[in-house]
């Protein structure tokens, strides 16, 4: 895989596997064929409607589940991290703690991980709640938690799904202008939402999810105003993922 390539699928997708009697199984193939390359810098948006299979693909992006077909590439070192989620915290564990055990699985030593908490506390907008457990929080609070804890801790690839997009207007607000801020540099997103106006904001290249299948890709721009009119139906054949335009 060449160097600047962070991310690659190679006609990924995925089947769950559901238990609906003792040996009977129901099985769903929710993605087909999505393949993609991601590069650094690269702002990618995922659009689709309800059930298209966003969140499938992010949590194969994130790693937290393996595709069943296909494969995914990502780039020796690369530290990914699925925003908003708080996907990978310890519920037992204070906001605190959580927050540290992050960034020093990220590569950070104990002193280094140490000097962001204060940050990370301030941007999370958690006060007292920092120094409770997990599981005493809202899913409002958890997200705020692993946004500011991705934000802090080095990540070179931003998963970043639409629950940014609701819940608290000033954490909102907050959100919004970081990542502006930080989207500014080299940093690599990959934005899933149902909203063409939403990615529009932060995006470059986009990549239309419908049914599992790559329905469109190109810039956001084009993707978006196909998406905007369009009823919703699958365009491509089963398997074939057109991938994103080589830059
Ligand atoms: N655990 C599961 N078992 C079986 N089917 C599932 C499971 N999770 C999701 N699905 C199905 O897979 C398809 C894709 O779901 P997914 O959650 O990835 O879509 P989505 O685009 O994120 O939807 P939404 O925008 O509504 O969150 C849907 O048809 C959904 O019903």
């Not at 499938?56 to 780039?75: D, F, K």
């Not at 939402?193 to 932060?202: I, L, Q, T, W």
């Not at 890709?217 to 089963?238: E, F, T």
Request: hydrophobic content about 40%; some cysteine; aromatic content about 8%.
């Amino acid at each position: 895989m060449s160097q600047d390539i962070l991310i690659k699928a190679n006609r990924v997708g995925f089947t769950y596997k559901s238990r609906v009697g003792f040996f009977k199984y129901f099985k769903h193939q929710a993605l087909s064929g999505v393949s993609f390359e991601l590069k650094r810098g690269d702002k990618l948006a995922i659009l689709g409607r309800n059930g298209s299979g966003k969140s499938t693909l992010m949590q194969i992006l994130a790693g937290i589940i393996p595709p069943t077909h296909g494969s995914l590439e990502v780039s020796a070192g690369v530290k990914r991290s699925l925003l908003t989620l708080g996907l990978g915290f310890r519920k037992d564990l204070t906001g605190r703690d959580n927050a540290l055990l992050s960034a020093m699985l990220q590569g950070y030593s104990r002193s280094e991980a140490l000097s962001h908490m204060d940050e990370i506390k301030e941007f999370s907008m958690l006060k007292d709640f920092f120094e409770r457990p997990i599981f005493t929080y809202s899913s409002g609070m958890r997200s705020r938690l692993g946004f500011a804890t991705a934000l802090y801790t080095g990540i070179d690839v931003l998963l970043l799904d639409e629950a940014l997009a609701v819940g608290d207007a000033t954490f909102k607000k907050r959100a919004r202008e970081a990542m502006n801020e930080k989207l500014g540099g080299n940093q690599s997103l990959i934005f899933v939402s149902h909203s063409a106006s939403e990615v529009s904001k932060f995006c470059d290249t986009a990549l239309w999810l419908e049914k599992g299948f790559i329905c469109a890709s190109g810039s956001v721009r084009d993707v978006a105003a196909q998406y905007k009119v369009a009823p919703a139906k699958p365009m491509a054949a089963p398997g074939v993922g057109k991938g994103m335009p080589k830059a």
